[in-house]
C-alpha cells in the first residue's frame, strides 16, 4: 500500500494522541503510528480527574480513551513512561529518556499543559497538591476521602474550574474546604462578575468558605506535613492538605529546543499552528492543549485547554497529516460538574471583547441560559441546568448575526428561530 513504509509518530499520551492515532487508522493509514507517552498509563482523558473519578461516582478504568487491547489489534505502537527528550526537525527524528532515536516522516506534538506552581514557602511539604495527571487524582481521592473521615481541612489555591470541581468533590467526601482567590469573584475572567457571584452562592450553600482579594503567600507545616496556609493580608487558616489550582502552562519545551515557532503571551503561548493544525515545520503538527491555532471562524489565534479540543483537533490533525485539506473551526466548548448544577460553555468571550450580558431563564434557581453579546452578536453561551441546547447555541455564535436581546432573553421564542 502507499502509506506502508511511512512513519507517523504522535508525542503525548493524552486524548489528542489517542484520538490522532484512532483517526489514522480509521483513514486508512497502512504505516507505522507510534505513540509515546512519558507516562505509564494508557492514553486517559482528563475530566474525571477532577469529576465522576474523584468524586468517587467512577472508577479509574472509565477514564482510559481505549481499552487496553485496541492498540495491539490497530497496530499502534505503544512507548509509555518514557519522555521524549529531544527533535531534531531536519533530521525528522525524536530521541526518548533511554537513548532510542525514532525517525517519522510526520510528527504530531500533543504533549499538553502542566499545573502552574505556588512560588510560595512550604510548597515541598507532604500535602501539597496538583492536579493534572491520573497520578494526581489517585492521590487526591485518597487524601480526601481520608480529610472527610478525620474532618480536615482542604486550601484551594485558586477560582476556576479545576479550583471549584475539586471543592465540589471535598465537599461530597466531607472535608472542610477554603479557597483563597485574588479576585473579587469565582472565575471572574471567564464569567465576569455577575455570573461569577452565582457559583460563590453555589458553593457558599454547600459550606465552603471563600477567601476573595487574596493570594497564598506561605505554606506553614511541621515535621514535613501542612498546618496552615498563609495569605498576603495577614490571615491564616488551618489546613491539612493544599491544591494549587493556578492554572496550566503549555508544555512548550521541546518545540522550542526545536526551534518552532511559538505564540506570544497574549494568544496563549502554545505552539503556534495555522488552522490545518501544521506548526512551522511543514511534517510537524500540534494539537490539543499545547497548540495555539489560527482560527478561521473568530479570525484570531487562541490556545484551548478543554476537553472538546482534544477530543476533535487530534482527529482534525491526523486528517492533515494525511494530506487532506482541513481547517480545524470548532466553536470552543467545555463542560463543568458541581454539586447539583451541570453546565456546558460554548464560545469564546474574553474580557473585554462583549459590551452585554443577557440572561435567559432564572439565575436565582441556577437553571438559565447566559449569552455574551457584541454588538448583539452572540460571542459565547453558556447553559447551566438546561440541557439540548448546545447545537442552536453554537450555530448562533457560527452565524455571526445581530440578535435581538429581548428575544434572546425570552424564554417563549425558541432558540432555532434566532438562528
Known sequence: MADAHRTFVIVGGGLAGAKAAATLR??????????????????YE???????????????????????????????????????TSLDPAARTVETGDGAVVHYDKLLLATGSEPRRLQVPGTDLAGVHHLRRLAHADRLRHVLSALGRDNGHLVIAGAG???????????????????????????????????????????????VRFHFGARLTEIVGQDGMVLAVRTDDGEEHPAHDVLAAIGAAPRTALAEAAGLTIAPREEGGGIAVDASLRTSDPHIYAAGDVASAAHPLLGTRLRVEHWANALNGGPAAARAMLGQDVAYDRVPYFFSDQY??????????????????????DAGKRRFIAFWLREHTVLAGMNVNVWDVTEPIQQLIRSGRPVDPDALADPSVPLESLV
Not at 447539583?340 to 431563564?361: H, K, N
Open 161 to 207: 474550574w479545576i479550583g471549584l470541581e475539586v471543592a465540589a468533590a471535598a465537599r461530597g467526601y466531607g472535608a472542610e474546604v477554603t479557597v483563597v482567590e485574588p479576585e473579587s469573584t469565582p472565575l471572574l475572567r471567564v464569567l465576569g462578575p455577575e455570573l461569577g457571584q452565582i457559583f460563590t452562592e453555589l458553593h457558599s450553600d454547600h459550606g
Open 340 to 361: 447539583d448544577l451541570g453546565l456546558e460553555y460554548s464560545g469564546w468571550a474574553p474580557p473585554g471583547s462583549y459590551d452585554q450580558v443577557v440572561i435567559r431563564g
Open 46 to 84: 482528563r475530566p474525571p480527574l477532577s469529576k465522576g473519578y474523584l468524586s468517587g461516582k467512577e472508577d479509574r478504568d472509565s477514564v482510559f480513551v481505549h481499552e487496553n487491547g485496541w492498540y495491539a489489534g490497530a497496530d499502534v505502537e505503544l512507548h509509555l513512561g518514557q519522555p521524549v
Open 26 to 43: 480509521s483513514e486508512g493509514f497502512s504505516g507505522r503510528v507510534i505513540l509515546i507517552g512519558d507516562e505509564r498509563d494508557h492514553p
